[in-house]
C-alpha cells in the first residue's frame, strides 16, 4: 500500500511558477512509477506528466513540454512537478499517482495504468 500526499499548490499569475511535491509512505518508493494528472472543472482527467522508477525516464504532455519539469527524490520517498511560465488554462486539481513495476522503462501515461492516487491540490492561474 502507498498513500500519497499532495502539497504546493496555490494562486499564481499568468507566467509565474509553482513547485508541487507529491509524498508517498512505503519504504519501497523507489519501486514506483511516479504520475501527475490534472482535472479542470467540467473537463476530463489528463495526463500531464509520468517519470519511471528510477528516476531516468520522463514524459509530458504536449501543452506542459518545455515548462514543466517532473523529478523523484527515491531518498525522500517524494516526486515534484516544478511547474514554469503558468498559463490561465493550467488551472486545475493536480493528482499524483503511482504504481509498482519492475521496469524502469515502460510507460505510464493513462490515468488506468496507476492504482494509487493522492487527494489533489488546487492549482488556479489567473490572467
Known amino acids: 500500500q502507498v498513500q500519497l500526499v499532495e502539497s504546493g499548490g496555490g494562486l499564481v499569475q499568468a507566467g509565474g511558477s509553482l513547485r508541487l511535491s507529491c509524498a508517498a509512505s512505503g519504504r519501497t518508493f523507489s519501486a514506483y512509477a511516479m504520475g501527475w494528472f490534472r482535472q479542470a472543472p467540467g473537463k476530463e482527467r489528463e495526463f500531464v506528466s509520468a517519470?519511471?522508477?528510477?528516476?531516468?525516464?520522463?514524459y509530458y504532455a504536449d501543452s506542459v513540454k518545455g515548462r514543466f519539469t517532473i523529478s523523484k527524490d527515491n531518498a525522500k520517498n517524494t516526486v515534484f512537478l516544478q511547474m514554469n511560465s503558468l498559463k490561465p488554462e493550467d488551472t486545475a486539481v493536480y493528482s499524483c499517482?503511482?504504481?509498482?513495476?519492475?521496469?524502469?522503462?515502460?510507460?505510464?501515461?493513462?490515468?488506468?495504468?496507476?492504482?494509487?492516487w493522492g487527494q489533489g491540490t488546487q492549482v488556479t492561474v489567473s490572467s
Open positions: 517519470i519511471s522508477r528510477n528516476g531516468g525516464h520522463t
Open positions: 499517482s503511482a504504481r509498482a513495476t519492475p521496469s524502469d522503462t515502460t510507460r505510464f501515461l493513462q490515468g488506468k495504468d496507476y492504482n494509487y
